[in-house]
């Protein structure tokens, strides 16, 4: 079994920077993908930053693209998500997610992920 754990969340000021973990532990017996995703209250789950293995693929939404930089470090097993320049829209449960089928590449859609952390709460303030 696999486990996603994110950190970092918390209360920022619009404008502000906050930067997201993800810890993966347990049976990880292959190369994999990570995706982070953000859940705003009463609003649909969305995608926000893909990364492949190599870290050499990367994919970001139309509305973080340019503020939010994923990143991973796979000898630590983590991944990672600096977000500048934060918005009031920011505000959200963001999640990490683990995948296996084409781990050289990135997805942006949820049901291609296979593991799921519990999510972080970031709350942007203005």
């Known amino acids: 079994q696999v486990q996603l754990v994110e950190s970092g969340g918390g209360l920022v000021q619009a404008g502000n920077s906050l930067r997201l973990s993800c810890a993966v532990s347990g049976r990880t017996s292959r190369n994999y993908g990570m995706g982070w995703f953000r859940q705003a209250p009463g609003k649909e789950r969305e995608f926000v930053a893909a990364?492949?293995?190599?870290?050499?693929?990367?994919d970001y939404s139309d509305s973080v693209k340019g503020r939010f930089t994923i990143s991973r470090e796979n000898a630590q097993n983590m991944a990672y998500l600096q977000m500048n320049s934060l918005k009031l829209e920011g505000t959200a449960a963001y999640y990490c997610?683990?995948?296996?089928?084409?781990?050289?590449?990135?997805?942006?859609?949820?049901?291609?992920?296979?593991?799921w952390g519990q999510g972080t709460q970031v709350t942007v303030s203005s």
């Open positions: 997610a683990l995948r296996y089928d084409n781990w050289w590449s990135t997805t942006r859609k949820e049901y291609d992920y296979d593991y």
């Open positions: 990364i492949s293995w190599s870290g050499g693929d990367t």
